[in-house]
Nanobody
Framework: QVQLVESGGGLVQAGGSLRLACAASGRTFSSYTMGWFRQAPGKEREFVARIIRWIDRTYYADSVKGRFTISRDNAKSTVYLQMNSLKPEDTAVYYC?????????????WGQGTQVTVSS
């Protein structure tokens, strides 16, 4: 497994932007598919975006498509989530996750989460 540490969360007004980062340990970062998930108070954790290992194909939840962008820097072992046009309903704890696969069968490494709060 890989160790993951998220950063970049905070308080932002609706319409604003934030960039989350997730730093991974180890030297095989490029072999991992990376995902972002979020969990709002009283709700289940939901998928936000993922970037497939080796080919960098990306997938997004419909709720964030066109506003969020996932990217990775393998040299820095870091995955990013650029969040634009933020809405109050984007408020949640955001988690990054990693798996040695394409992500469709789940993830086996998780970060501790970073809080994102969007005020109206």
């Amino acid at each position: 497994q890989v160790q993951l540490v998220e950063s970049g969360g905070g308080l932002v007004q609706a319409g604003g932007s934030l960039r989350l980062a997730c730093a991974a340990s180890g030297r095989t970062f490029s072999s991992y598919t990376m995902g972002w998930f979020r969990q709002a108070p009283g709700k289940e954790r939901e998928f936000v975006a993922r970037i497939i290992r080796w080919i960098d194909r990306t997938y997004y939840a419909d709720s964030v498509k066109g506003r969020f962008t996932i990217s990775r820097d393998n040299a820095k072992s870091t995955v990013y989530l650029q969040m634009n046009s933020l809405k109050p309903e984007d408020t949640a704890v955001y988690y990054c996750a990693a798996v040695l696969g394409d992500g469709t069968a789940g993830y086996n490494s998780w970060g501790q989460g970073t809080q994102v709060t969007v005020s109206s």
